[in-house]
């Protein structure tokens, strides 16, 4: 695609690339050549391609979030959602420098920094240089998937979740948040985070274990999905049933419900999770690539 010496190698010569590189905000007219681009890697690239199948379009969204897409001659070569969160599509990290200068200028907050490895650490490098201190750091996050039943027998226990028990699995929601990330999700207010949640358990993408006694044992949810691909966040088991040996059996069941929408489910885990690593092997999870995140 590239038609010029691209500007990061050695044979670059001032001047003799910019001319044909641009980055700007993509628009309506661009969704063909984001979902295009997105379809290189239909695992790693799910969050993208499930915001073009709920909304339709590579558009600004009303919240403010955009799409910014890097061009050579015209031609979409790389890009990056910017919104709460920063979300590289295929970007080469050559081009970090310039999609991290029109993040910047935008005067927006990012909370985080996730994808592919190498691109997400080139834009942490260039946000560094412009200001933005990063609080943490997770450069080793495997990218596992499985196409498959999963291979041991899932827990039955596990359900969609109901409105009904929204009470109920919304604090397991933000007890998984604040051990992840170190804050809660409503440090800002309630309403935004509430709203996901609901969100989740009216796409019947929320998938808990509430008992007899109304405890929320497990829960997680498929917070990307596409007709190819669906992606498990926010795994979590209420402390105390830790170390009964029940995970495996839980994630079975996401597996399960997660193949009734897509052939291939997939996740992103800590590299230093040796437990949780672990566990989703025994599922059958096997990892296909490498992730980080970068929590601002």
């Known amino acids: ?41 239909p695992v790693a690239n799910v969050f993208i391609l499930a915001h073009l199948r709920s909304v339709g379009t590579a ?29 590289p599509v295929e970007l080469d990290p050559g081009f970090a420098g310039l999609v991290a200068a029109a993040a910047s200028s ?37 990218l596992m998937t499985l196409d498959h039943p999963p291979a041991v027998e899932p827990n039955t226990d596990l359900a969609l979740g109901r409105l009904a028990d929204f009470d109920r699995i919304l604090p397991a929601c933000a007890a998984m948040f604040e051990e992840e990330v170190g804050y809660s999700p409503f440090l800002g207010g ?8 609901e969100g989740l ?20 949810e498929l917070g990307a999905v596409t007709a190819d691909v669906t992606q498990i966040q926010g795994v979590w ?7 009964q040996g029940l995970s495996a059996g ?14 291939v489910t997939s996740l992103y ?5 040796l437990r949780a690593r672990s566990t989703y092997e025994r599922v059958g999870f096997r990892q296909v690539g490498t992730f980080a995140t970068v929590l601002f």
């Open 1 to 41: 695609m590239l038609s010029r010496v691209a500007p990061w190698l050695a044979s670059h010569k001032p001047g003799t690339a910019e001319a044909g590189i641009s980055v700007r905000a993509l628009s309506g007219a661009d969704t063909p050549a984001l979902r295009y681009l997105a379809q290189q890697d």
């Open 59 to 87: 558009a600004p969204t009303s919240g403010g979030a955009a799409v910014l897409g890097v061009f050579d001659d015209g031609i979409l070569v790389g890009a990056c959602w910017t919104g709460a969160n920063l979300v």
């Open 106 to 142: 935008s005067g927006r907050r990012f909370a985080s920094a996730f994808g592919p490895a190498e691109q997400v650490l080139a834009l942490h490098a260039e946000l560094a240089g412009l200001g933005h201190t990063a609080h943490e750091v997770r450069d080793e996050q495997p």
């Open 190 to 197: 309630k309403e935004f985070y509430s709203r996901r949640v």
């Open 201 to 220: 358990i009216r796409q019947g993408h929320s998938l808990a274990h509430v008992n007899g006694t109304g405890e929320v044992v497990f829960k997680a």
């Open 237 to 243: 088991m209420n402390p105390g049933y830790r170390g």
């Open 250 to 263: 839980y994630m079975a069941a996401v597996v399960e419900h997660a193949r009734k929408l897509a052939p």
């Open 269 to 273: 885990v800590n590299g230093f999770n």
